[in-house]
């Protein structure tokens, strides 16, 4: 396999900035330990003793032996920093929700971004609880607020008189 | 006395020295002047010489019986001066008691009168005082009824003046402050109006976090990305 079905090997299965390098590291020291300590251990439980998280083991699975095979000793470090620097060319989403997302909730943003923004996209997850719900994301130098609190301030006025009558209305049926 | 009458003794005493020494310095100068006049004649010299001796001699006795006259005299002086003293001081002594005793009741009957004069002049001025302090009493006891009067009447003056003066600034202080408190609740508002979409981000952020679950929040962050979608904001 050549540098870019490599990458696009690692990229498949990763959709965030934070993930694609982890796995990057998970993979290099994999690598390490089969061509430079001359042992090859089990790579779940290597993965593991590394507290790799489930979906970086079904993501090392899904390689598949071809592709660490492409590695060798003399190829490993050049492979990796070639690969780097076809992901660092990636376009990155800044992605703000106001909540922690969970593995799976990566999974399925990210799925959602590549197949309606692009294959080529990594995202890099904030979380903001004051945007109360909805999102915002930063996107070629553009910021853009589709959470609740930037449509509460944009409807301000109708809010404000909203709660100016029902206040009003309030304390004149409590007269 | 004593003194006067040892001084007159000392004094005829040297008196009398002296009168036999100069008798003695002419007796000898006449000797001399005999012996020169009449070394000549010494049967002459002889009989000068007795007669000069006996008149000599009748001087010395006439001296001293002067002398003595003169001593018993002074002695009898001075007897007679020391009776006399003694006389006089028992004279002056029954005097000066006499004198004394009168001058002690002279004085007495002084102290008595000044005594009597004293106890009329107090009585008087007691007398005197008591009439003042009447006299001062009651025109205290008028002054003051009058100051009262007219402090009383000005008081009530002042107290008008100063009660509808009150009431004017009450009345202007409750003027403003019911402006104050119009302008106050007025800013408040502008602050409420504009604060209540930050007190709503509040509420809503903690009801949200209560009672939205994560899939309703993941719905929302989805229904944001497809209206973000619809408006064409991941154009490339």
């Known amino acids: 396999m050549d540098t870019n079905e490599l990458t696009q090997e690692v990229v498949k299965t990763s959709f965030t900035r934070r993930d694609v390098s982890r796995r990057l590291r998970f993979i290099r020291e994999w690598l390490e330990q089969e061509y430079f300590k001359g042992n090859k251990p089990d790579m779940t439980k290597f993965l593991l003793s590394k507290r790799a998280t489930t979906d970086d083991i079904d993501a090392f699975i899904s390689y598949g032996e071809n592709f660490f095979k492409s590695f060798n000793k003399d190829t490993i470090y050049k492979l990796l920093h070639d690969i780097s620097e076809l992901i660092k060319k990636m376009q990155v989403i800044r992605l703000y929700i106001p909540y922690e997302p969970v593995p799976a909730e990566i999974i399925k943003l990210g799925a959602w971004f590549r197949g309606n923004v692009g294959n080529e996209i990594l995202l890099d997850i904030h979380t903001d609880k004051t945007l109360l719900g909805g999102c915002a994301f930063a996107w070629k130098g553009i910021f853009r607020d589709y959470s609740l609190r930037y449509y509460m301030h944009k409807k301000r006025d109708e809010i404000t008189k909203l709660v100016t009558e029902y206040v009003n209305k309030f304390y004149e049926e409590s007269i | ?236």
């Open chain 2, 1 to 236: 006395m004593d003194g006067f009458l040892f001084n007159l003794l000392l004094f005829l005493t040297i008196f009398f020295v002296l009168t036999q020494f100069a008798m003695l310095i002419v007796f000898l100068r006449s000797q001399q002047k005999h012996e020169t006049d009449h070394l000549g004649d010494p049967e002459l010299w002889g009989k000068a010489k007795t007669k000069s001796e006996h008149v000599i001699e009748e001087a010395v006795q006439k001296a001293n019986d002067i002398v003595t006259q003169a001593e018993k005299k002074g002695v009898d002086i001075l007897a007679s001066e020391e009776q006399k003293g003694a006389s006089l001081a028992s004279d002056y002594e029954a005097h000066f008691k006499k004198v004394e005793e009168l001058l002690k009741s002279q004085f007495a009957e002084s102290a008595q009168k000044a005594g009597s004069a004293y106890t009329d002049f107090i009585k008087s001025i007691e007398k005197q005082v008591d009439e003042h302090i009447s006299e001062n009493q009651k025109l205290l006891a008028s002054r003051t009824d009058e100051l009262i009067k007219g402090a009383q009447s000005a008081l009530e003056k002042t107290s008008r003046d100063v009660d509808a003066r009150i009431k004017d600034q009450v009345e202007h202080a409750l003027d403003e402050a019911r402006n104050e408190i119009t302008e106050y609740k007025k800013r408040r508002m502008k602050v409420v109006d504009e604060r209540i979409i930050d007190m709503l981000e509040d509420v809503i952020k903690v009801t949200l976090e209560k009672k939205l679950s994560l899939v309703e929040q993941s719905e929302l962050v989805y229904k944001a990305l497809e209206e973000a979608k619809k408006e064409n904001a991941f154009e490339k």
